[in-house]
DNA sequence: CTTGTCCAGGAAAGTGCTTTCCCGGGCTAC
DNA sequence: GTAGCCCGGGAAAGCACTTTCCTGGACAAG
């Protein structure tokens, strides 16, 4: 009672920006203690229901002072002491694609119950943003961090990429990765090339002999399997592409009609069949399609990969490959909250289903 | 010299749970300090590029260090020093769904180019969700926070849902809400009643006289707003809605498909015209309409409200009413990083824009 | 009655950073 | 030549927590 009394309040610290009028009421565990009367430690002990054991009494004081001022606890000095956070650092290339939001969405909901505080970064496709925030992520003790997305086949900012991930799991960090593995991390793998294949295995066995390929941006490594296994699997039946019916474009709906219309101008002649790389550029293809008055799937068929749920109802429905990105965002979570414990990576590949619809009716022959 | 010799380095610190064969080399400012030779305070204004000046042979030292020792500043820490973080928090009701992944990109677009770190949650409808969240956000010292979604018409939610944010707000924060005004927070505010009036009139305008609305769940302030602004745009053309054809519904896709079947199972008569108070309810409304073999819009009109940019490609392109989402999102970010120095939260309202397009082409009568 | 063992509570030392305050040297002004 | 003044550097005091270590009392065993 003596020390207790000399004790007196620190005074109200400097708060250096402190918002116009914003009266500042930030309570510290200190209030708390100082509220229920009782030690800084002890205060401590009863918040964080630790191993030690405080007695009943005190517990509750404790609690009816967190009650009555509204504490909550200042997380970043709780991660400064202990070492570690709850954040979970996560990179897409862009949200507002729908295969991404899916991948967040599992990721997220895995996450809810396990009381991790995700943060999500939209990196515009690049390694370079993927690099800063995993800095970033480092800085913020985060416990770890996922890379959602094709790595590029840009050899240097990959390495450079590796390095940050290792510095990231120097400091105690997990990593990651959802694409292709080759950051030397654990790694949600979907088989692009594989599911590439089958479709075309698939589109030949309909009686389609043509093909165009609308392939993406050229240094995505996404894009570059799913063509590469496109092509494998045509030649299996010995069908060969024509390297003038081979496009880029962007991964996007605009990126598909830009390059179905670089298709359609390249002569007179026209595919059997056109494969978008993912289903929003087949969707693009199918409007520039309708534009031209070229009936799908009749004139022209049309194939995408992805089977986003939200493009489920475009008319016609489109064939394409599915992958579970919602339980992929799930494997993610799961790889990340799992001690692996062993010393190399884990890479679990994530197979395509290839699911035929009207987009791509059998063409008679 | 002599000090310094005595200054024998910390030794490495306790880290509690410490991944199983990961060697720790966390990094700090004193490794920085130590390495070249100068003491933390100069190492620390050289890596803030604060108001000090730094002599050019310390600033270079300090930043060879930095550079050969990967130093990441660690940001709780700063946090904790400063009073404040770079950590912006939002909340949308599902990251899977492109109303809210388009504001969030807008959003996170705006952010990009200002040093802030996103933390995106998907609340899954439900003020107590985002409860959690603003208070989490507290912990986090969060410089904002931002609320995207419908206010639902629980007001014991909601009160708990404000006082929440009132003391993130006493806590030096700033808080912003996308949708109703409802929280005494900056507000972004589409015009959803105004929105649904005006399409209402629009399509009567076109010659519909009879209307069902696939109404939304039955809690969610917009999804009110928007049939109530119907109702009443009908109205005003002396046209009344069949309360037995306002069925509610999920905000989904599949949402859109069961009500729309709850309304065709209601007696054999149909209505004109079907307006859904969202796009992905209008296209699970399509669905329904393509199941049935009702041809859209010879039998009946489809609209929907929001217009989804991945969902413009739908077929029959869909009569909608256009929000800026991506904007919305921007605005939102310019909320939170303008100081406001007024007394009153800034409502922002945002219109929406009637778009007619094939779904429901004029009826002659 | 003494000794040893828990046990709840508190003081204090940490965690990595920022920022205030102090100090000594070089400069200018008179 | 000296008084006054910046100016770059460092010591140390925060910041809000956790955790170790200590302490005094209750209790059981001998």
């Known amino acids: 009672m003596t020390e207790t009394a000399a004790n007196g309040r620190r005074p109200r610290r400097r708060r250096p920006p402190m918002r116009a009028g914003g009266l500042d009421l930030r309570v510290t565990l200190q209030d708390v203690a100082d509220r229920a009367g009782v030690s800084l430690t002890t205060a401590s002990r009863v918040v964080n229901e630790g191993a030690r054991r405080v007695g009943p009494v005190m517990t509750d004081r404790v609690n009816r002072a967190v009650a009555e001022l509204g504490y909550m606890a200042n997380l970043q000095a709780r991660a400064v002491a202990t070492g570690h956070s709850a954040m979970v650092g996560v990179t897409v290339h862009n949200i507002d694609d729908p295969y991404f939001s899916s991948i967040a969405a599992g990721l997220i909901d895995a996450t809810r119950t396990r009381q991790l505080l ?200 489109l064939t394409t490959v599915r992958l579970p990105l919602k339980r992929m965002g799930e494997m993610a979570a799961n790889l990340v909250l799992s001690e692996d414990g062993r010393d190399r990576p884990r890479i679990i590949p994530v197979p395509g289903e290839v699911i035929l619809r009207e987009s791509t009716l059998p063409r008679p022959r």
Not at 125 to 134: D, F, K, L, T
Not at 157 to 186: H, I, T
Request: hydrophobic share 45%; charged share 20%.
């Open 118 to 317: 995700v943060c999500i970064s939209s990196t515009a496709h690049g390694e370079a943003g993927e690099c800063q925030y995993v800095s970033l992520m480092r800085g913020q003790l985060a416990r770890a961090v996922v890379l959602i997305g094709s790595r590029s086949d840009d050899q240097r900012a990959r390495e450079a990429l590796r390095a940050e991930v290792s510095a990231f799991v120097s400091a105690g960090g997990r990593a990651v990765c959802v694409g292709q593995d080759m950051l030397g991390v654990d790694t949600i793998m979907p088989e692009n090339r594989a599911g590439a294949m089958a479709l075309a295995r698939s589109l030949v066995a309909l009686g389609h002999r043509s093909f165009a390929v609308l392939a993406g941006p050229r240094d995505v490594l996404t894009a570059k399997d799913r063509t590469d296994g496109f092509r494998a699997g045509l030649r299996a039946w010995s069908v060969e592409l024509n390297p003038r019916w081979v496009v880029a474009g962007a991964f996007t709906r605009d990126g598909g009609y830009e390059a179905m219309s670089a298709v359609l101008a390249s002569g007179p002649a026209r595919p059997d069949c056109v494969f978008a790389v993912n289903d929003v550029m087949a969707v693009g293809a199918l409007a520039r399609l309708r534009a031209e008055g070229i009936s799908v799937p009749d004139d022209i068929a049309v194939a995408g990969f992805d089977d986003i749920h939200t493009l489920r109802d475009v008319y016609p429905p």
